[in-house]
C-alpha cells in the first residue's frame, strides 16, 4: 500500500530562519558522557512529581517506550545530551519508567510486546492458506453449465439476402 | 518513517546482558598468569551497569 502524504514535516528552509548556533540542540551539550546522562536520567525519573505523571500518563495506555523516547528526543532539543547519548540512555529510562509504574501497581503497556495486527502474514501461513484454497476448488464438482441456445440468424441487416 | 528505537535498542542491549561468560580454562604450566591489564569501560557497559543495578532494585520492589 502507498504511505499517505506526510503533511507534518517541516518546511524546506524551516532550520535557516534563524541563525546557526541559537538553537539549544547546536550548543556543546550539557553533558557529554554517557555516565553523566544515564545519572541525569536516574534522578530526574526518581523525582515525586515525575513518577506522579508518569503514572497518569502510562494509565492511558501509551506505550512506555513511546514516553520514553520523546523524553529523551525533549532532553536533545533542550540541549542537555546528544541524540547519540540519548539513545544509549534509552534503557536506562525504560528501567526506570518500568520500576516507577510497577511500583504504583497500575495496569500499563510497555511497548515490548510484539504487535501481530500489523505484521503480514507469515510466509508459511500464507502458503498453506493457498494450499487449502487449491484443494478445496480442485474437490469441487465443476456445476453443469446450461448450454446457450443458439437461435437461428434471422438476417435482418440491410445487406442480408431476401427471402 | 519510524523514529523510535526504544525497543531495538531495549532488546539489544538485554541481549548482550544475557550472554554468558566463557568458562575460565584450566591453568596448565604454559598458562600465563599475569593479570591483563583492565580495559577502559565503553559507554555501552556504563549503559549495562546501570540498567543490571536498576534491574535488581526493581527486583527488590516486585518482591517488596
Known amino acids: 500500500m502507498v504511505d499517505a502524504p506526510k503533511f507534518d514535516a517541516p518546511i524546506p528552509g524551516m532550520s535557516l530562519t534563524t541563525e546557526v548556533g541559537n538553537r539549544p540542540w547546536q550548543q556543546p551539550p550539557r553533558f557529554a558522557k554517557t555516565k553523566d546522562v544515564a545519572e541525569y ?54 528501567e526506570m519508567m518500568l520500576i516507577t509504574v510497577e511500583a504504583a501497581g497500575i495496569e500499563y503497556n510497555s511497548g515490548m510486546e510484539e504487535d501481530t495486527s500489523n505484521k503480514p502474514m507469515g510466509t508459511e501461513l500464507l502458503l498453506s492458506k493457498l494450499k487449502s484454497f487449491s484443494t478445496e476448488q480442485m474437490n469441487e464438482e465443476p456445476e ?16 442480408s439476402r431476401r427471402q | 518513517m519510524n523514529t523510535n528505537y526504544t525497543l531495538d535498542v531495549y532488546n539489544r542491549l538485554m541481549k548482550t546482558m544475557k550472554v554468558a561468560k566463557p568458562a575460565t580454562k584450566s591453568n596448565g604450566l604454559l598458562t600465563r598468569t599475569t593479570k591483563s591489564k583492565p580495559s577502559a569501560m565503553s559507554e555501552v557497559d556504563v549503559i549495562r551497569e546501570y540498567v543490571s543495578a536498576i534491574q535488581e532494585e526493581r527486583g527488590n520492589v516486585k518482591n517488596g
Open chain 1, 144 to 159: 453443469d453449465m446450461p448450454m446457450p441456445v443458439i437461435e437461428p440468424d434471422m438476417g435482418g441487416g440491410l445487406m
Open chain 1, 41 to 94: 536520567y536516574v534522578e530526574k525519573l526518581a523525582e515525586d512529581n515525575f513518577a506522579d505523571m508518569l503514572v497518569d500518563v502510562a494509565e492511558t495506555g501509551i506505550p512506555l517506550t513511546s514516553i520514553a523516547n520523546t523524553i529523551q528526543m525533549n532532553s536533545v532539543m533542550q540541549g542537555i545530551h546528544s541524540v547519540d547519548s540519548g539513545i544509549l540512555a534509552l534503557p536506562v529510562i525504560m
